[in-house]
């Protein structure tokens, strides 16, 4: 059984086939990376396996379960939690604050009751901030936890969302482009993280413009063209792949 298994599928906009019968699944604790040109559906992927998007036929396999179609919140709650290409969070609220409230579909008595001082939800609050302070840590975030989140730098913007994506306490994460505006040194950071997190048993799916981060870091790669498969492989395999090098890679390769 894989964690996720995506099968024939398709996401039409009127006669525009953002993804016309993708096919792939994941396998445990790996690091799986969409590839592709802009407008290759990547996004419109994501969006469908998240359940931002119904997607126009196909299934998405989750935990043994056909997710096609959910609501965005039932898949999150369900254990698939994910980042933004255009980066979401509570601007005005503290990096902690961001991360109490992404932690509230794992709060059995609701995220009000969790900020209130009423005894019998302290010891519940107690290890509700202490899980904060934990994802937190992961993500190198710790000295940060009273800054307002939209006064950060955008790196660190992109670690807080991580950081709230595992604050939902999903298995599977995917992620829109971690690394887009980042310099060099933050998108080796986010590289350790990312390895980091598969350490700890995530399962992880990403997409990346950046070459030398997806080939550093993935198990398997695929590769998207006008919304179709093309190629998926190692990325020894994708990067000698003649199909890839023409429709895409052409000579970033070295
Ligand atoms: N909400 C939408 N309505 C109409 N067309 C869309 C919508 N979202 C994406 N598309 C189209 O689907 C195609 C794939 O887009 P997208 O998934 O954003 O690509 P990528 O993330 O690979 O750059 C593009 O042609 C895009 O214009
Ligand atoms: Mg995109």
Redesign the pocket.
């Known amino acids: 059984m894989y964690p996720l298994e995506v099968k024939a599928l398709s996401k039409h ?1 009127g006669g ?1 086939r ?1 993804i016309e019968e993708i096919s792939f699944h994941t396998k445990d604790r790996t690091i799986l990376s969409i590839i ?1 040109p ?8 994501f969006n469908c396996l998240t359940g931002f998007m119904k997607p126009t036929r196909g299934s998405i396999i989750f935990s043994e379960r056909d997710i096609s179609g959910l609501s965005a919140d039932k898949i999150n709650r369900m254990g698939i939690a994910r980042t933004f290409q255009n980066i979401r969070l509570f601007r005005d609220m503290t990096v902690l604050e961001n991360v109490l409230v992404a932690q509230h579909t794992k709060i059995r008595s609701g995220l009000f009751s969790a900020i209130t001082q009423l005894p019998l939800f302290k010891r519940e609050e107690r290890t509700i901030r202490e899980k904060a302070y934990e994802y937190l840590e992961l993500l190198g975030l710790e000295t940060h936890v009273d800054k307002v989140s939209g006064s950060m730098p955008y790196g660190e913007q992109r670690k807080l969302e991580i950081a709230r994506a595992l604050a939902t306490g999903a298995s599977l994460l995917l992620f829109d482009e971690p690394t887009a505006g980042m310099n060099p040194q933050e998108t080796s950071e986010m590289m350790r993280i990312i390895m980091n997190l598969r350490e700890l048993g995530k399962t992880i799916i990403l ?1 990346e413009h950046d070459m030398r981060f997806v080939m550093g870091i993935s198990d398997r790669i695929i590769v ?1 063209d006008h ?1 179709v498969k093309i190629a998926e492989g190692s990325p020894e395999e994708i990067k000698t792949n003649p199909m890839v090098i023409e429709a895409y890679l052409g000579k970033e390769t070295h």
Do not use: E, P, S
Not at 38 to 45: C, E, I, Q
């Open positions: 906009f525009i953002a592709g802009n407008g290759a559906g990547k996004t419109t992927l997409i998207l919304g």
